[in-house]
Each structure stands twice: as C-alpha cells, then as structure tokens.
C-alpha cells in the first residue's frame, strides 16, 4: 500500500490528535503527488464511509465536511509527499477508521461537493483507528 496513515488513538473527548499520511514515493500511478487531490474520510463502525476533508494540490484550498468545519485543519507538504490532518475538540462521534485518498481531478473545480466524491479517489491507504471516549 502505497499512502500510509498513522497518528490514530484512543484519546478522551476534548482531545487532539494528528493523522499523517505519507506516500512511500513521489509518484502515485505514476503522477506526481502534488497532481493529486487528496482528502480524509472516515468509517465508523456500521456506518457507510463519509468524507471528512480535502485539499487542494498546492495546499491552499482546503475543503471540510460540516462536522470537521471549525476542529480539524488539513494541510500538505509536497516536498514531503504528505498530507496532515490536525483534529481538535475531538467528540466521541469521531470515533472511526480514517484513511486517506489521492485523486487527481482534472479539468475539475474543487468543491465541497467534488472532493466529497469517493470515486473520484482511485488510491486509498489503510486506515488508522481514531476512539474517542467521553
């Protein structure tokens, strides 16, 4: 698996924690990371996958789902082939497998609603278990 997402937990409500997600080269399917979108979702036990943000290739767009909006800030680091997800006031209703994706979007306006789109992502990493306790 190419995308490696660490920095999950079990942390209390209140908490912080900051996911990574790393790619093992400079290229993903052969594009370069910074030709990709690449964004956080989230699976919680029992329910369906759900976005939770994106950000653009250069870094300086970033787009959030409602409940994200104000507690997380997602950043990337090109040179770095990573991206990282910074989560604060973290809620047990975070509680969930958070992986990340790489899309490539192009010719593509970058929205909440586009980069909400799982199958725009043709490259996901393994999870890590983010548990919030309350």
């Known amino acids: 698996v190419q995308l490696q997402a660490c920095g999950g937990g079990l942390v209390q409500a209140g908490d912080s924690l900051r996911l990574s997600c790393v790619s093992s080269?400079?290229?993903?399917?052969?594009?370069?990371?910074?030709?990709?979108?690449m964004a956080w979702f989230r699976q919680a036990p029992g329910k369906e996958r759900e976005f939770v943000a994106a950000?653009?290739?250069?870094?300086?767009?970033?787009y959030y789902a409602d409940s994200a909006k104000g507690r997380f800030a997602l950043s990337r680091d090109n040179p770095k082939n990573a991206v990282y997800l910074q989560m604060n006031s973290l809620k047990p209703t975070d509680t969930a497998v958070y992986s990340c994706?790489?899309?490539?979007?192009?010719?593509?306006?970058?929205?909440?609603?586009?980069?909400?789109?799982?199958?725009?992502?043709?490259?996901w990493g393994l999870g890590t278990q983010v548990t919030v306790s309350s």
């Open positions: 994706a790489a899309g490539l979007f192009e010719g593509m306006v970058l929205n909440v609603q586009s980069t909400a789109d799982v199958s725009q992502y043709r490259s």
């Open positions: 080269k400079r290229t993903i399917s052969g594009r370069e990371f910074s030709s990709h979108v």
């Open positions: 950000v653009g290739w250069n870094g300086q767009e970033t």
